[in-house]
């Protein structure tokens, strides 16, 4: 089956600087790639989603940015506001089915 | 449109006792997906459904058990609870399966003593 490996697990960054959150997956045959954002205490949601017919999608200041050949995507957070503090996780498809989660990445952002 | 809701929001067993943890969508949606979420390990499947009738074992099925009678319900059970079962769970769907947005509940913290 799918196997999705997340890192860092924890992300301190100050106030207006960038942050990168990688995640590598093992099923070449992976082909949906979403990020969910988890607050305290609340449920995951959707904050973007890639598909593997292409390489990057931006919303606003968050970026996925995809590498089919070396199985790994990446979340970029560029002007991190207080706000975006929270749990991040990605996902890879397995199959058609389902979705494998990475182990998540607790992302703190210093005001 | 309430989208995704689960029941209860919390509750605490003791072991070897039953209890049914109940997940409803109003989107008319196929797929419906049981995980649960424990410190550092991400979120796991238990079990999951392409459709009403149908159940399909997820990555962690042991000691839980599923039915999917109803499109818009999805019931997840807890035959003998075991204190290894204290977690979040969260109940999920989707229209496409693993091709487009889950739509999560709200969560139901469970403590198995």
């Known amino acids: 089956g799918e196997n999705v490996e997340q890192h860092p697990s924890t992300l301190s960054v100050q106030e207006g600087d960038s942050a990168v959150i990688k995640c590598t997956y093992s099923d070449s045959a992976s082909n949906y790639f979403p990020w969910y954002k988890q607050e305290l205490g609340k449920r995951p949601q959707l904050i973007i989603d890639?598909?593997?017919?292409?390489g990057e999608k931006k919303d606003q200041r968050i970026a996925v940015t995809l590498n089919k050949t070396a199985k790994h995507f990446s979340l970029h957070i560029t002007e991190t506001q207080p706000e975006d503090s929270a749990v991040y996780f990605c996902a890879a498809n397995t199959g058609r089915r389902a979705l494998t989660f990475g182990s998540g990445t607790r992302l703190q952002v210093q005001p | 449109n309430a989208g995704v809701t689960q029941t209860p929001k919390f509750r605490v067993l003791k072991t070897g006792q039953s209890m049914t943890l109940l997940c409803a969508q109003d989107?008319?949606?196929?797929?419906m997906y049981w995980y649960r979420q424990d410190p550092g390990m991400g979120l796991r499947l238990i079990h999951y459904s392409v459709g009403e009738g149908t159940t399909a074992k997820g990555e962690v099925p042991d000691g839980y058990n599923v039915s999917r009678l109803k499109k818009q319900n999805f019931l997840l059970g807890l035959e003998s609870a075991a204190p290894s079962q204290t977690s979040v769970y969260f109940c999920?769907?989707?229209?496409?399966?693993?091709?487009?947005?889950?739509?999560f509940g709200p969560g139901t913290r469970l403590l198995v003593l």
């Open positions: 989107m008319n949606h196929e797929y």
């Open positions: 890639i598909r593997s017919n292409v």
């Open positions: 999920a769907s989707t229209g496409q399966g693993g091709q487009e947005t889950q739509y």
